[in-house]
C-alpha cells in the first residue's frame, strides 16, 4: 500500500495495455430545455492514450467543456448523455500500480453512484478553469485536498496531511508545510493554480482533464504553469485532456489536437500534422486569422466569414458549412461528414475529402521549402 | 451647440510628429482602509509614476500583466477619475494643449467628444434595455444633435461602417453575438469623430475567430478616419499586431516604450524579454522557447524595493535592490527604464517572414 | 488520397464554388472597404427577429404568460380591481344602512334553477322573535321567490363620482323586492355585508398600494442617494435604515395608530394610516436599490454614458434606473399584501380605520367574539377575501419576479 507519490507505471499485466486509457465514441450530450434542445455535443469521438496529453480545441459553443463534464458525469441537471460509450481502463485498486484492470464505460454509470465516484478524483481527476470558484473558502486548502486524500486512500489523517505537504512540494509551492494551512483566498493566482493542481494530482490519478487552466492567469504565470504540467507528466506518465481555445497553448502541450466546432469533431490528429497540415477548412481558417507574436505588425489577417451559429440553430449538415469558402451546395449542407481518414491517426471530417469528392482538395498548410 | 458633424473622408494611415496625448508623471493611488474610524494604512500604486505620448494618427500598445496599471491609466486618461498626481496633456485640432488631469466635470465636457473608449466586456458595455439606435444616438443627443431624422442617419452610417445592417438598430443587444456587440460599441465610440480611441482589451472576450474580424476592422478605421489608439491589452500577439509602438509596463511603472519592431526584434528591458518568451507559439515546432520567469507578479500594493522587477531578474545587482531605475531614451525613439539596459544583450522574437497563407 | 496541388492561393474573384448570399471575403486577401463580414449568413427566423426587437418588458411579458398560476391569479386581481372602481356597482345595498331589526339575517343561498329553467332567485326570509331568549330567528321561506338579475336597478349613486347610474351588477327583477336580497346575510346592526365587502374592498387595498408607492418613492429616493453618491450621505442613510429596523414595528405601528385623535375623519385616518405604514416599508427597498446602485456604477455602459457627456441625472434616470424597474414593481407587489394584513389586523383591534370607514378589518372586527360567530358566521367571509386578495397579489408578485429577473432559475 502506497503512501507517497510515486511515479505510475504502466501495468503489463493488463490485458489491454495498447488500448487507449480512455476512448470516446459517438458521444452524444443534448442540453433539454423549454425553448427547445440543445445538441451541445454531438457525436465526438477520440482516444486518450497512456502517457499522452490530447488537446482540445475550439470556440465557444463548440462542446469541449460540456464533452469533458459528460465523461465525468457531472453535466448540468437538464443536460443527459444521450447516446455513446466512455470506456476507461479502470484500476480494481486505483492506489495499487500493479492492480488489475476493467474496462468500465462511465456513460452507463449514475451520476450519483459508488463507482464514478470512486473513479472521478483517484482515475481521473479534473483541473479546473477558475481556481477561486474551486476552493471553499471557509476551508483550508490543506483540508480539502486531505478530504480527497481520505476518501481514496486508505491512510489516517497524519498521514495524509504528509501526502499533501509532498504534493505540494512536487508542484512547486514553496514553505508546503506552512502554505498547506492557508486560506484559498490568501494565495496568490499562481499559488491557487497549484494547488488546485496539486490536489488533482493527490491521489495519483492515471488522467488528468485541465479545462482551460491558465485562461485566468498572467502569460508568465502561465508559462510556469505549463512548464509544471509538462514535468509532472513527463514524471508521472499521466495522460492529460487539455481542453482550450489558446492555439498556441496547444501547440506547445499537445500531442494529438481535437478540433471542435459547434460540437462536433472537425479534425484531429498528431500535433504536427493540424499545426502543419491542417485539412479541414475550419482548421486551417483559424490557424490563419491568429495573430502571433513572430507574425508581420499591421498586416491584416485573413478572417472566418460569419459568426458561430446559435446553439439552437445548429445547421443542417456540416455545421461549418455556412462560414466555409469551400461549401458545395446540396453536398455540405445535406448530411454530415463522418470522419475520413487523410493519414495514419489524422481524420478530418469534410466531404472534400470524401473518397467520391469530385473538388480539389484544398492546399495544405505546409510551408514551401 | 455646433454638433461638427463632418462627412468622413478617405485617407491614408499617416503618422503626424505633434503627440496627440501626452501624459507625465501619472500617478493614482487607491487608498486602502482599515478599522472602524477608516484609517488609512496603505494605498495600491495602482500607477506609479508614468510618462508615455502618443502621436496622432498612430496605434500606441499598452501591455502588460495583472496589476501593472494599464487599465487604470486608460480611465485616467478619459478622466473617469481624477488622477492622484501628473499631468494628461491633449493637444486638441486647433493645437491648443489642455492638461485634463486638474479639470472638473463641466470643463471636462467639451472634451468628452474628442476622446471615447472602447470596452472589453461586450455584454456589459451595451445597456440591455435600450435598443441599438438608443445606444449608438446617446452620444448624438446628450452632445446637442436633437433631431431624431439626422440621428437615424448618423446611426445607420456608423452601423455600415462597422459592418452590421442598419436595419439592426431596432433590436436589443441580447440578440448580438460577442462580436457584433463589439462592433457597436466601436459605432458607439465613433459617432462623435473622436481623434483619439482607447481601447481597452477589445478583443479579449471574443472568439478567437471574431478577434481578427474585429482587428482588422479597427485596421481599417484607423485609415479611413485618421484616429489614434490606445490600445491596451495582455495580449502581446494582439498588440504586436495592431500597434506602431508599444508601452510595456509593470506593476504601474513603465519598463520599456519602442516601436513595435524595435520592441520585439531587440527588448532592451528584462522584464519584456520575458514576457515575449513566455508566450505560447502556435507552431510545435518551437516549444523549446517557451521560458519561464520564477516568482509572481509582485503587488501594486506593497511592491518592491528599487527596481520593481528586481526580485524576479536573473541580472538584478545591488543597484537595483535599492535604486527605482528612471525611464530614459537609451537609443532614438526607445526607451528603458533599467539600470543595465546598456550592457544586456537580451533575446527578441524573429519575425516568421512567411504567411501561412 | 492527397491530391495536394502546388500552392493554390486564389486572388479575389476566384472560381471557388460560394453561396450567392455569401458576401463574405474570400480567404486569403481581405477587402479593404468597411468589412461584411459581421453579416449573419444564415437567414433569420421570423422567431428570432420577433425576439431581437423585443424589449425587456415584452420578454418579461412572455415569461409571465407562461405561468399559469399568475396567470389565473392576474384575472383575479383584475375582478378585484373592477371592485375597486366601482363599489358601488356591485353592491346591492347603501353599505351604511342600518336597521337593527334586520340584523343578522343569514346568507341567502341561490337557486339557479326554478322549475327547470335557469332562473336564479333567492328565497325570502321571515323572521320570528323567540319567545325565549328574544332573538330574531330568520327561516327561509322558499315559497317566497325573489328573482335575481343582472343590471338591476337598485339604489342611485354616482359612477366615479360622474355618471349618474342607478343599476347594480345582482338585484330583484321587482325593484320592491330589492331590499329583501342579502347576499352575505346580515350583522348585527342589519347592514347587508355583501355591500359592506365591496366598500371594504375598495378602502383596503388601497391603502395597501398606496402606501407601497410611498415606500416605493422614499426607497428609491434614499436609496439612489445612498449608493450613487456614497460617502456622507450613504452613512447617515444607512445608520436612519438600521434605526427603523431595530424598532420593533408592531408596537410602533399601535402606537402611533393609537395615537390618531379620535377626532380625526376616517379621511384623515386613512392618510395617516398609509404614512405610518410606508415609514417602515421603505426600508428593504430602499437596501436593495442602494446595492443595485453600487453594482451599476461600475458597470461599462454607464461609464460609456459618462464618456459621452451625459449629465448625472440622465444617467441615473434613463440608465441605470430602467435596468431594475421590473425588479422594483415585482418586489413592491409583494410587499401590498404585507401592508393589506397590516391594516387589516390593526383595524380589527380598533387602531386603524374605524367605522364609519369600512374595511376588511372593521368589517371583523364585529367577528371578534365567539358568540357572535356562533350566531352568525358569515361575518367572517371577509377574512376569506383578505385571504384571497393576499394570495393573489402574491403568486402575481412571485410570476413578476420570476419573470423579471433571469437568473432565478
Redesign the interface.
Not at chain 1, 498572467?218 to 510556469?224: E, F, G, N
Not at chain 1, 489558446?246 to 506547445?252: E, K, R, Y
Not at chain 1, 469558402?325 to 451546395?329: A, G, K
Not at chain 1, 480539389?360 to 498548410?365: L, W
Given at each position: 500500500m502506497s503512501t507517497s507519490v510515486e511515479p505510475v507505471t504502466q501495468s503489463n499485466t493488463a490485458p489491454w495495455s495498447h488500448e487507449p486509457l480512455l476512448k470516446v465514441e459517438d458521444l452524444k450530450a443534448y442540453f433539454f430545455m423549454?425553448e427547445g434542445t440543445v445538441k451541445a455535443v454531438d457525436g465526438v469521438s477520440f482516444d486518450v492514450f497512456p502517457g499522452k496529453v490530447v488537446g482540445i480545441v475550439g470556440?465557444?459553443g463548440c462542446g469541449k467543456s460540456v464533452t469533458m463534464k459528460a465523461i465525468l458525469q457531472i453535466l448540468d441537471p437538464s443536460a443527459r448523455i444521450v447516446s455513446g460509450k466512455v470506456t476507461l481502463r479502470s484500476r480494481l485498486n486505483s492506489q495499487d500500480p500493479n492492480s488489475l484492470e476493467e474496462l468500465v464505460d462511465l456513460t452507463r454509470l449514475h451520476p450519483n453512484s459508488r463507482k464514478i465516484r470512486k473513479i472521478r478524483g483517484s482515475e481521473i481527476a479534473l483541473i479546473p478553469q477558475e481556481p477561486m470558484a474551486a476552493f471553499s473558502p471557509v476551508h483550508t486548502v490543506g483540508n480539502q485536498i486531505m478530504e480527497t486524500i481520505l476518501l481514496h486512500q486508505d491512510v489516517s489523517k497524519q498521514q495524509a496531511r504528509q501526502i499533501a505537504i509532498d504534493v505540494f512540494r512536487s508542484v512547486g509551492i514553496s514553505m508546503p508545510e506552512q502554505r498547506i494551512d492557508a486560506y484559498s483566498w490568501e494565495l496568490?493566482?499562481?499559488?491557487r493554480q497549484r494547488a488546485i493542481i496539486a490536489m488533482a494530482l493527490s491521489c495519483n490519478p492515471r488522467l488528468l482533464i485541465a479545462d482551460e487552466p491558465t485562461t485566468a492567469i498572467?502569460?508568465?504565470?502561465?508559462?510556469?504553469i505549463?512548464?509544471l504540467l509538462r514535468r509532472l507528466q513527463e514524471e508521472r506518465q499521466t495522460s492529460i485532456i487539455f481542453i482550450t481555445?489558446?492555439?498556441?497553448?496547444?501547440?506547445?502541450m499537445?500531442d494529438e489536437v481535437v478540433v471542435m466546432y459547434l460540437g462536433m469533431v472537425m479534425e484531429k490528429g498528431p500535433?504536427?500534422a493540424i499545426?502543419?497540415n491542417a485539412r479541414h477548412p475550419y482548421t486551417q481558417?483559424?490557424?490563419?486569422?491568429?495573430?502571433?507574436?513572430?507574425?508581420?505588425?499591421?498586416?491584416?489577417?485573413?478572417?472566418?466569414?460569419?459568426?458561430?451559429?446559435?446553439p439552437f440553430?445548429r445547421?443542417a449538415g456540416c455545421p461549418f458549412h455556412?462560414?466555409c469558402?469551400?461549401?458545395?451546395?446540396g453536398v455540405c449542407d445535406a448530411s454530415q461528414p463522418g470522419l475520413i481518414r487523410?493519414?495514419e491517426d489524422h481524420f478530418v471530417s469534410c466531404f472534400l475529402?470524401s473518397?467520391e469528392s469530385t473538388q480539389?482538395?484544398?492546399?495544405?498548410?505546409e510551408?514551401?521549402l | 451647440m455646433s454638433d461638427g458633424i463632418q462627412p468622413l473622408e478617405k485617407q491614408t494611415h499617416r503618422i503626424s510628429h505633434a503627440p496627440l496625448l501626452e501624459v507625465r508623471g501619472l500617478k493614482k493611488y487607491f487608498p486602502i482602509y482599515k478599522g472602524v474610524m477608516r484609517k488609512l494604512v496603505n494605498s495600491v500604486r495602482a500607477v506609479d509614476d508614468v510618462s508615455f505620448f502618443v502621436r496622432e494618427g498612430e496605434t500606441l500598445g499598452l501591455v502588460g500583466e495583472s496589476g501593472c496599471g494599464k487599465t487604470t491609466v486608460s480611465r485616467c486618461i478619459l478622466r473617469a477619475f481624477a488622477p492622484t498626481s501628473g499631468e494628461i496633456l491633449f493637444r486638441e485640432a486647433d493645437d491648443r494643449v489642455t492638461d485634463l488631469s486638474p479639470l472638473s466635470r463641466p470643463e471636462l465636457r467639451r472634451f468628452r467628444p474628442q476622446m471615447q473608449m472602447i470596452f472589453q466586456d461586450p455584454f456589459g458595455s451595451l445597456n440591455p434595455r435600450m435598443t441599438i439606435f438608443e445606444i449608438i444616438s446617446e452620444p448624438l443627443f446628450v452632445n446637442g444633435l436633437r433631431s431624431r431624422a439626422e440621428r437615424t442617419d448618423r446611426v445607420a452610417d456608423l452601423l455600415k461602417l462597422v459592418g452590421l445592417r442598419p436595419e439592426y438598430m431596432q433590436r436589443y443587444p441580447h440578440a448580438f453575438s460577442g462580436g457584433q456587440r463589439q462592433r457597436i460599441g466601436i459605432a458607439r465610440a465613433l459617432a462623435l469623430h473622436p481623434r483619439l480611441v482607447v481601447a481597452d482589451e477589445p478583443v479579449s472576450a471574443l472568439d478567437v475567430s471574431v478577434q481578427a474580424q474585429v482587428l482588422n476592422l479597427m485596421l481599417d478605421l484607423q485609415e479611413k478616419l485618421h484616429l489614434t489608439y490606445l490600445f491596451v491589452a495582455h495580449d502581446l500577439s494582439v498588440v504586436k499586431h495592431i500597434s506602431d509602438r508599444v508601452c510595456v509596463m509593470y506593476v504601474g511603472k513603465v519598463v520599456e516604450m519602442a516601436s513595435t519592431k524595435e520592441l520585439f526584434q531587440a527588448p532592451r528591458h528584462p522584464y519584456t524579454a520575458a514576457l515575449m518568451m513566455a508566450v505560447p507559439v502556435p507552431d510545435p515546432d518551437q516549444r523549446h522557447i517557451i521560458q519561464d520567469l520564477p516568482g509572481e507578479v509582485a503587488s501594486p500594493a506593497n511592491p518592491p524595493s528599487g527596481c520593481y522587477f528586481h526580485p524576479r531578474c536573473q541580472f538584478a545587482k545591488d543597484v537595483c535592490r535599492t535604486q527605482t531605475p528612471e525611464l530614459r531614451e537609451i537609443s532614438p525613439d526607445h526607451f528603458v527604464s533599467c539600470h543595465r539596459a546598456e550592457e544586456l544583450q537580451l533575446a527578441g522574437i524573429k519575425e516568421n517572414k512567411e504567411q501561412q497563407h | 488520397m492527397d491530391r495536394v496541388e502546388p500552392n493554390r492561393i486564389q486572388p479575389e474573384g476566384s472560381q471557388i464554388p460560394r453561396n450567392a448570399e455569401d458576401e463574405s471575403p474570400v480567404l486569403p486577401v481581405p477587402p479593404l472597404e468597411p468589412t461584411r463580414s459581421g453579416e449573419e449568413l444564415l437567414s433569420i427566423t421570423q422567431e428570432e427577429e420577433r425576439i431581437s426587437i423585443a424589449s425587456n418588458w415584452t420578454l418579461v411579458w412572455w415569461r409571465f404568460r407562461k405561468n399559469k398560476l399568475s396567470m389565473a391569479s392576474t384575472v383575479i386581481l383584475l375582478f378585484l380591481a373592477l371592485v375597486v372602481l366601482f363599489p358601488e356597482f356591485f353592491a346591492t345595498f347603501d353599505p351604511e344602512q342600518t336597521d337593527a331589526r334586520l340584523a343578522f339575517i343569514p346568507i341567502q343561498s341561490i337557486h339557479w334553477l326554478d322549475e327547470g329553467r335557469l332562473r336564479p332567485w333567492v328565497p325570502g326570509v321571515a323572521g320570528k322573535r323567540d319567545p325565549v331568549t328574544l332573538k330574531m330567528l330568520w327561516v327561509t321561506d322558499e315559497s317566497q321567490k325573489i328573482y335575481l338579475r343582472f343590471f338591476a336597478p337598485g339604489f342611485s349613486y354616482k359612477l366615479l363620482g360622474l355618471i349618474e347610474t342607478d343599476r347594480h351588477l345582482v338585484g330583484a327583477v321587482d325593484p320592491e323586492q330589492a331590499e329583501l336580497v342579502y347576499l352575505l346575510g346580515t350583522d348585527r346592526l342589519g347592514r347587508d355585508q355583501w355591500s359592506r365587502l365591496t366598500f371594504a374592498t375598495r378602502i383596503s387595498m388601497t391603502i395597501g398600494m398606496i402606501s407601497v408607492i410611498l415606500s416605493v418613492v422614499l426607497g428609491l429616493v434614499l436609496g439612489g442617494i445612498s449608493g450613487y453618491f456614497g460617502g456622507w450621505a450613504d452613512m447617515i442613510i444607512q445608520r436612519l435604515i438600521e434605526l427603523l429596523q431595530s424598532l420593533p414595528t408592531i408596537p410602533i405601528w399601535l402606537a402611533l395608530t393609537a395615537a390618531l385623535p379620535r377626532t380625526w375623519s376616517p379621511e384623515k385616518v386613512f392618510f395617516a394610516i398609509t404614512i405610518i405604514l410606508a415609514l417602515r416599508g421603505w426600508t428593504t427597498l430602499a437596501r436593495e436599490v442602494r446595492g443595485r446602485f453600487l453594482s451599476l456604477r461600475e458597470e461599462d455602459f454607464v461609464l460609456a454614458a459618462e464618456l459621452s457627456g451625459a449629465s448625472q441625472a440622465r444617467i441615473i434616470l434613463k440608465h441605470m434606473i430602467p435596468t431594475f424597474t421590473s425588479h422594483i414593481i415585482a418586489t413592491s407587489t409583494l410587499a401590498i399584501p404585507v401592508m393589506i394584513v397590516t391594516e387589516t389586523s390593526l383595524s380589527f383591534l380598533g387602531l386603524g380605520m374605524r367605522p364609519p370607514a369600512i374595511s376588511w378589518g372593521v368589517m371583523l372586527q364585529e367577528a371578534q367574539n365567539i358568540q357572535t360567530l356562533a350566531l352568525a358566521p358569515w361575518l367572517l367571509i371577509p377574512g376569506l377575501i383578505v385571504i384571497l386578495a393576499v394570495l393573489v397579489f402574491n403568486l402575481v408578485g412571485d410570476g413578476l419576479r420570476d419573470a423579471a429577473d433571469p437568473y432565478s432559475n
Open positions: 423549454d470556440e465557444s496568490s493566482g499562481g499559488l498572467d502569460v508568465t504565470t502561465q508559462a510556469q505549463l512548464k481555445h489558446d492555439l498556441g497553448v496547444i501547440a506547445q499537445a500535433v504536427q499545426f502543419k481558417a483559424l490557424l490563419r486569422s491568429i495573430p502571433s507574436v513572430q507574425s508581420t505588425p499591421r498586416l491584416k489577417l485573413p478572417t472566418i466569414a460569419g459568426s458561430i451559429a446559435h440553430n445547421p455556412p462560414r469558402t469551400h461549401f458545395m451546395r487523410v493519414a475529402y473518397p480539389p482538395a484544398i492546399p495544405s498548410t510551408k514551401s | - | -
